[in-house]
């Protein structure tokens, strides 16, 4: 078997393995280099050919995993993309913004996606099966576990996808795996921890209650898919138990389509989110919740004062939220709420960095507003969570590949996972490794 590393590696975008076992290529994620890491990648090319491809296996819906399907049925891939069942349902909606591609295009791409339960042995043929296991890092997440029969050997090859940080809404936490002789591993924050998880988001409401109460925006730059989901689901219990008084709108149509599919798959719900939906309670939905429309609805948000605006994209690089942001950002009693980490060179990076004049739209502005971090509310777990759940294993793997990272982060959590008996390689993008069964 050999593993080609097209994608995530040193850098946390882009996400691509190429399997070739038994005369199958097989991809792990076919995703879009974002932001600077576009400089390591180009979205407009394969470092494989295409209509040599067999088959797709789907981690999840983010576009630094999906975004570039469509381009690859485009160059002549031809055959399915095996994911969750939610993965399916959000992927219809996700990929569906290629403006590139004509409607009957994107809906003949789109009908050759298989969804799958968790825990289902999904057969390829006689010498390949697959197994998804709960990623916890979004809705229909998943970690993908190979069983490889090759000359007359086994493999166990898990994929880690973006394992989730412990304790999220809505989503469960990471399923544990206790056997794997080769890891593909995942490491966006392999060099820090989340402080404070438990209690960022009562954080978040105290942060709401001081800048609303003083007619301040709160402004929360959130992805569309799983952050915004996640933030609505905390506000609820707070606005429904009637400890914060508060009005709440969602400046993202593409959000409103998503929180739909959400509301739609319950069954992928951690306990406490499907207790309230027994109770006839929607978690996602509250007195006071709006969610916008149209362009004009967006642009009436800038006359209002005292309420929470959620709006794309989570990493500040473009969407509505940049608007929000130039609206607000001279304003001293208003708040700028990060909860998604931010790219190299983007507007947030630029404030957290403690820039104390940035340029949005072409227009230089001071930063007067608040500034608050609460990135632990990140989807992707820390070091020590991700580390834990390597320890599962009741085996060390043989080898542990890690990618999704920026080179420094993943230089340091390799000494890390070094220094406790594991054997770690960081590829480089291209870069093909042999696994001798």
Known sequence: MEIKFCGANKCVTGSCHLLKINNKQILLDCGKFQGEDEKIGNNEDFIFNPKEISLVI???????????????????????????????????????????????????????????????????????????????????????ELNIKENNKNIKLIYSGDLGNLDLPL????????????????????????????????????????????????????????????????????????KLKVKVYVDSPLASKITDVFENNFEYFDKQAKKYIEQNDNPLDFKNLYFTSCIDESKELKNLKGVVIIAASGDCNKGRIIHHIKNNIEDENSALVFVCSQGNKTLGREILEGKKEVTILGETLEVKSKIYNLQSLSGHGDCETIKGWIDNFLEKPKKIYLVHGEEIVLSKFKENLEKAGYFVKIPNYGESEIIDS
């Open 171 to 242: 989503v469960k936490d990471p399923e544990k795996i206790y056997r794997g002789d080769y890891l593909i591993l995942e490491s966006t924050y392999g060099d820090r921890v989340h402080k404070i998880k438990r209690n960022e988001f009562a954080k978040l409401i105290d942060i709401i209650k001081d800048i609303t109460e003083k007619q301040g925006n709160v402004l929360i730059p959130a992805f569309s898919l799983g952050r915004t989901q996640e933030i609505l689901y905390t506000l609820n219990k707070f606005i429904e138990k009637e």
């Open 58 to 144: 789907l981690s999840h819906t983010h576009i630094d995993h999906s975004g570039r399907i469509m381009l690859l049925y485009q160059r002549g891939f031809t055959g399915k993309v095996i994911c969750t069942k939610a993965t399916v349902d959000l992927c219809k909606i996700i990929l569906e913004q290629n403006e590139e591609l004509s409607k009957k295009e994107i809906e003949s791409y789109l009908d050759k996606f298989e969804g799958y339960d968790y825990n289902q042995v999904i057969k390829i043929d006689d010498k390949i099966q697959l197994v998804f296991k709960d990623a916890g890092h979004m809705l229909g997440s998943a970690i993908c």
